[in-house]
């Protein structure tokens, strides 16, 4: 039997606000469309979703921006509240250049603007990343067993681009339950070689292949990738980050 | 009915070897294990198989060195004859630092020693990535629908590295038969915005969806991902390019 799973988009969660319960949303979600969560099933769920369930939410009038904010901004014509709210969420600015602000969150992810976005939150308010992407994973991970008693994992994800190639993927800031990371490193290739330098990006890969029927306009915010056979883990998504001293581009 | 698509490993493709038919490789591979094509399927092909196939093979007998690959090999510890194949198939050195050699190739691809790689080949060779990937996945296409009747779309992936993240993921480095970037501009968000700066990369997304179930052993060269709506376009890979002038890393 050659290996196959399947993607499901989960639709019909409705607009989620501040202190939603974004588990029982997405578990009362999957039984209402006939697809409802069995073991094993990794829930792919968009950040936008468990930010506002989180309250990471913040309204431009409430911002005073610094002195510095108000330089970068006035330099690449962007609204100075913004770009405080970005200079906020970061540890580090990577580069700034051609109206593009690519920063280090506090997590330790490289993205545009910090990953604060405007899209699809009120008009004036912006979303935050997860304070703790990981630990909203673990923690709708234990809601949706409690509910269901079925063990799954968690990603949450955000679409990030990159440097050399055009367009966004979907990538993993936040993950529970398996090894974000899967290492063929000392098995042999088809020569009796050891394999060299081969980690592959799992966690990624499954945000990605799971954005294909998210779309971005939230109607469709979570989707199941069902039946693909993940190792258990509890290092969250940590692997994932290179370590600065390592980074050839930063 | 939600989204949902299945992605399938296709197994049973025998080794590879210079001429072979790859097309017909895996028309007969999957209707061996009992999931022919059927139209829409995107095929997602590792670059391996093909280059074999195509001959793109060198064997590090029959390289002399140049002054400047000798210098490089001696800086890094790697063999020189490897080195000046990388820099032959490059058009530019984007990195070198750590033992780590990143250039962008004559196709435009940024990624690690040119795509030259020498594992799941014969000892003392090295695979180079297809001449022209885009040509590739056109002949697979229609050599696929002369012999099954079917329109398909194809990929030809490979792993790549990328700055920020630890390890690989699986990306398009040729196509045929669809657009490989979605685009939501102009769309408007659930507050009635218009959405900036979402263009997602779906040949990328399809690419890594694959490679969860192909592996780095090349047990499973291929994968079908079936169910997937795309917007049909002829316009192949280079939209996947970003211009080096728009490049905040290179």
């Not at 970068?72 to 913004?82: E, F, Q, V, W």
């Not at 540890?91 to 603007?113: F, Q, S, Y």
């Amino acid at each position: 039997m050659p290996p196959r799973y399947e993607v499901i988009g989960v639709d019909g969660i409705p607009e989620v606000r501040p202190g939603d319960d974004v588990a029982r949303l997405i578990v009362d979600a999957t039984r209402a469309q006939g697809t409802p969560i069995v073991a094993g099933d990794v829930l792919v769920i968009g950040q936008k979703i468990v930010s506002k369930a989180e309250g990471r939410l913040v309204r431009l009038a409430d911002v005073a921006p610094s002195a510095i904010a108000t330089s970068i901004a006035s330099g690449t014509g962007r609204d100075p509240r913004l770009v405080e709210i970005i200079l906020r969420e970061s540890r580090r600015v990577v580069r700034m250049d051609k109206g593009v602000l690519i920063t280090e969150t506090h997590h330790g992810w490289v993205c545009a603007n910090a990953g604060v976005d405007q899209s699809n939150v009120d008009v004036d308010t912006v979303a935050l990343l997860p304070a703790d992407p990981d630990a909203s994973a673990r923690g709708l991970r234990e809601t949706i067993r409690s509910l269901t008693a079925r063990e799954v994992a968690i990603i949450i994800a955000d679409t990030f681009g990159r440097p050399w190639r055009e367009g966004l993927t979907n990538v993993a800031i936040g993950l529970a339950g398996f090894a974000p990371l899967k290492s063929y490193i000392g098995e042999l290739d088809s020569a009796g070689r050891p394999l060299s330098a081969t980690i592959l990006a799992v966690a990624d890969e499954l945000a990605s292949a799971a954005e294909l029927v998210m779309g971005k306009l939230d109607r469709i915010p979570v989707a199941i990738v069902r039946g693909l056979p993940l190792t258990p883990s509890e290092e969250g998504s940590k692997p994932l980050l290179r370590d600065p001293a390592r980074d050839l581009f930063r």
